[in-house]
């Protein structure tokens, strides 16, 4: 397991996973960009989660727009409620967070500081080209209430029945106060976020239910049971909108920290909208001839935070003999950047020739790089530490007896095959 986040960091800019942003101007504080490997990882991330919520009969998806009308949020209660109590200290000026367990300045100490006040998280902007208070719009602070605003759209046009879900990935914006630990706090980040529509009576079922669900879900995609555990919110913790809230923790190098919630939300959402808006949000049963409010379960997850939650629990420092180490990111195959590394021995021909074939077939089935350059032992490095899970090595020999060599990154053995058997070799691993 990763100690600390410092040597994350440095691999993933030196190998084009994340970069800050806006680096050649000094950076841009919890702003961050991810580079090709990192964007293709992030898709693949993004996939999975999409896959698992919507292939299945009672969830569909949604892309709402980010800019939204600005009563949405003060029905929602983020233009009231959603702000962080903002501190000062007066003896070196450093503005912190105020945490429950801190009463002295966490930069000097000094217990010399203002009085909390709110300090509202929503970024605003204006629609138009006037800057007035009626031209006022927020950059969203979270996914859902574009959900929930679409409630009877969705609930309509696809004749959904309750319980059933929408499921929905997109960008969200906070102002954040406490940044830094790279990824895991960020001022823009991309939310994977699931509103499920039930009755009142089943709503606690369905609670625990998507609990079950979305552990299964982390586990699946590559975080170890053990760095998983479930928080419940106290009542002084609970966002402005829950009932009740279970946070799925994974254990960063920072501690164990928030990585998904889990939120019953009650009526609360639909029926704000329907006062504000003054549209009916209710639901008609014709089971039970019944008509209502639904009540709401969410799965709230940052996209970005299992990107890190996985890159961590993926990142090992080996020693492999002869005072020789390695690195290396033990991804699960399915959503590493590359998955095969096609690797002649030398960059001549007739090899050359071979190799590119090689990878061109390859490559219709998976994401492959190429890769001439350097001695074959950096190479190995190389593609250890981007996480690739399987190496083929193109050498003379198999000019002669049409054999390559299939490495794998984690055991680092190597299996010789003939070229054409390495496509039913590789169908029969876990790439899928
Ligand atoms: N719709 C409910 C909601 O937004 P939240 O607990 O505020 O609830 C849900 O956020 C998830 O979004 C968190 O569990 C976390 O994974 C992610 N998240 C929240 N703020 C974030 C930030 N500033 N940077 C990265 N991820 C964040």
């Not at 699931?194 to 369905?206: G, I, L, R, T």
């Not at 209710?282 to 997850?301: G, K, L, R, V």
Request: hydrophobic fraction near 35%; proline fraction near 4%.
């Amino acid at each position: 397991m990763l100690k600390n986040l410092n040597s994350l960091v440095s691999l993933c800019k030196r190998r084009g996973y994340i970069f800050p942003s806006s680096e050649i101007y000094g950076g841009l504080s919890a702003c961050w960009d991810y580079g090709p490997l990192g964007v293709q990882f992030k898709m693949n991330v993004r996939q999975h989660w999409w896959k698992e919520m919507i292939h299945r009969s009672d969830v569909v998806g949604l892309d709402s727009s980010i800019l939204m009308h600005p009563s949405v949020w003060k029905a929602s209660g983020h233009v009231d409620g959603f702000s962080d109590p903002l501190v000062d200290c007066k003896e070196c000026r450093f503005r912190f967070r105020m945490e429950k367990e801190i009463n002295s300045c966490p930069k000097c100490g000094s217990k010399n500081l203002t009085e909390p006040r709110d300090f509202n998280l929503m970024f605003k902007t204006h629609a138009g080209p006037v800057e007035e208070e009626a031209s006022l719009v927020y950059l969203r602070p979270e996914t859902a209430q574009g959900i929930y605003v679409n409630f009877l759209n969705v609930q309509t046009s696809m004749r959904k029945k309750i319980p059933f879900g929408v499921a929905q990935i997109g960008k969200a914006f906070r102002n954040e106060i406490t940044l830094g630990h790279f990824i895991f706090r960020c001022r823009e980040f991309e939310q994977m976020e699931m509103q499920y529509f039930v009755s009142k009576e089943s709503a606690d079922k369905y609670f625990e239910y998507w609990m079950e669900e979305r552990k299964n879900f982390l586990q699946k995609i590559g975080l170890p049971g053990t760095s998983l555990r479930p928080h419940e919110h106290d009542k002084d913790e609970l966002a402005h909108y829950a009932h009740k809230a279970v946070d799925w923790e994974f254990l960063f190098p920072i501690g164990w920290k928030e990585l998904e919630g889990i939120h019953n939300r009650g009526d609360f959402d639909l029926t704000q909208h329907q006062k504000f808006s003054g549209k009916k949000m209710n639901y008609f049963d014709s089971e039970t001839n019944s008509s209502y409010i639904p009540w709401i379960i969410e799965t709230s997850i940052g996209l970005d935070r299992l990107i890190l939650a996985l890159l961590c629990s993926a990142y090992k420092e080996e020693t492999i003999g002869n005072n020789e180490s390695r690195v290396l990111l033990r991804l699960n195959p399915q959503i590493a950047p590359v998955q095969l590394a096609v690797l002649p021995l030398s960059k001549k021909e007739p090899l050359k020739d071979l190799s590119y074939k090689i990878s061109a077939v390859l490559r219709k089935k998976w994401r492959v790089e190429y890769d001439e350059t350097g001695s074959i032992g950096k190479r190995y490095r190389r593609q250890d530490e981007i996480g690739t899970p399987f190496c083929v090595t193109i050498d003379f020999d198999s000019l002669t007896d049409n054999k390559v060599t299939v490495r794998h990154r984690d055991t680092m053995k190597q299996d010789r095959l003939a070229i054409d058997q390495l496509q039913d070799y590789l169908n029969g691993t876990n790439l899928f």
